[in-house]
């Protein structure tokens, strides 16, 4: 099966670990691979972001990433991209339109509207996987949601208009219920895990004294870790470790700011950015890997700590719930409250027999449940089930947010583009 995975903003090249790759970047890139180990043969739609990047690469055999020209050759926040999200969905129509894919798997609410846009005079089946939705990132920012105020209706369209939408976790099949999309056209497939390099054996290094704690993800403030931080104060001897980012970014120096408040200055290390062949060995030599994002649509972190034998503290959001198993790989305590989460982490570090129990425990889940291998496995059922239901209908409702062109809709609005805008850098080396 040729299988077009299109993935606006994180490309499954990037470096994980900036405040716009993550989970996200991890799973385009692992999926493809899975896939091309069955036999499919995969292309990565990616916004180009930088001049030097060539059109096309090989990222392994059967797995190819396309650079796609939309907007600026530069690297742009996530938030910035929905004006040139029309050019994405052109330049895909027309490599389509010459030789369209067996199946189109959208990643990201832009993607979706790209990728139905693209799809729909080739008539191509589409299933979409969100990553995040909209209304549960408004619900938990209010004001500082930075999101495009058009994202909740064009993701109630994506959602409405794909042939399948596969959710990561049971929260999201619920949210998306609450958008008044029929559970019929949702599935649940969750991330993976690569348990061949995520594993308790191999490397450790040395993190600081005592017990040690990690976290680790994104620099953005919603990932919690200032809740670990003020828990900190009521784990005497621990050492916390924050790993991800650069330790000049913004949220490592309010991170910082918050330490020296809270007395715990001397306690906290800020490790920058950690390449992802480091991250298995990192986790290894944690005792415990805490996450304690306000909300959280999967959370891959969770899975790799397992895999790596180590036991997890997390927030109870999201794919937390489906993933750890309080009391049998780690615990889930409530997001925001740090005497919670200080309380649940004394008691677990207090108790190595448990920390070990829980570390085979969560080895055990992460193998058994979220190999890659097998969720390559499950994604490819979905896409034979829509490939096997689909029937000729009649066309599918324009969306209304793209330019007319080559056969794509016309817009209901007209955003301004702005390529100068505060957070667009060049991308190293660009002219």
């Not at 990222?59 to 396309?66: D, I, R, S």
């Not at 986790?283 to 397992?306: C, H, K, N, Q």
């Not at 925001?336 to 085979?360: D, F, H, I, N, T």
Request: proline fraction near 10%; glycine fraction near 8%; charge should be positive.
């Amino acid at each position: 099966m040729k299988i077009a995975m299109v993935s606006e903003h994180a490309s499954p090249l990037a470096t994980v670990g900036g405040a716009d790759a993550g989970g996200q970047n991890v799973h385009v890139a692992a999926l493809s691979l899975a896939l091309a180990a069955r036999g499919h043969e995969v292309t990565v739609y990616t916004r180009r972001e930088c001049p030097s990047q060539p059109d096309e690469t090989s990222l392994a055999p059967g797995v190819t990433v396309v650079h796609v020209p939309a907007g600026p050759a530069m690297t742009l926040a996530k938030d910035d991209l929905l004006p040139w999200m029309p050019d994405f969905g052109r330049w895909l129509a027309r490599r389509w339109s010459a030789a369209p894919p067996d199946m189109v798997h959208s990643h990201f609410w832009m993607s979706g509207l790209a990728a139905l846009a693209a799809a729909r005079d080739a008539a191509v089946p589409i299933v979409h996987t969100f990553h995040a939705l909209g209304t549960v990132k408004r619900r938990h920012q209010g004001p500082a949601d930075s999101s495009p105020r058009e994202r909740l209706r064009i993701e109630a369209m994506v959602a409405s208009q794909v042939d399948a939408v596969i959710a990561t976790c049971a929260d999201e099949v619920a949210e998306l219920r609450r958008m008044r999309i029929p559970r019929r056209r949702t599935r649940i497939v969750p991330c993976g895990v690569d348990v061949r390099s995520f594993t308790p054996s191999g490397p450790k290094r040395d993190l600081g004294p005592g017990p040690v704690l990690l976290a680790i993800g994104r620099p953005v403030r919603r990932k919690g870790v200032d809740t670990t931080i003020h828990a900190l104060a009521r784990i005497p001897g621990a050492t916390l470790v924050v790993a991800g980012g650069d330790v000049d970014d913004p949220e490592a120096r309010r991170l910082s700011h918050v330490a020296a408040r809270c007395g715990v200055a001397d306690r906290v290390r800020f490790l920058g950015k950690v390449s992802r062949q480091d991250v298995p060995t990192l986790m290894r030599s944690a005792d415990v890997v805490v996450t304690m994002p306000w909300y959280e649509p999967f959370g891959i972190v969770p899975l790799e700590a397992m895999a790596c034998g180590v036991p997890v503290v997390a927030s109870a959001v999201g794919g937390h719930l489906d993933t750890v198993v309080p009391e049998v790989t780690g615990l889930l305590v409530p997001p925001r409250e740090p005497y919670a989460l200080g309380g649940a982490l004394r008691r677990l570090l207090a108790a190595p027999s448990v920390l070990a129990a829980y570390g085979a425990a969560a080895v055990a889940r992460a193998r058994s449940r979220y190999d890659w291998n097998r969720i390559a496995a499950q994604t490819s059922a979905v896409y034979a089930e829509v490939l096997s239901s689909r029937v000729p209908a009649s066309p599918v409702p324009t969306p209304h947010h793209l330019p007319a062109s080559r056969g794509v809709p016309a817009p209901a609005f007209a955003p301004v583009r702005r390529a100068d805008r505060a957070g667009a850098q060049p991308c190293p080396g660009a002219a």
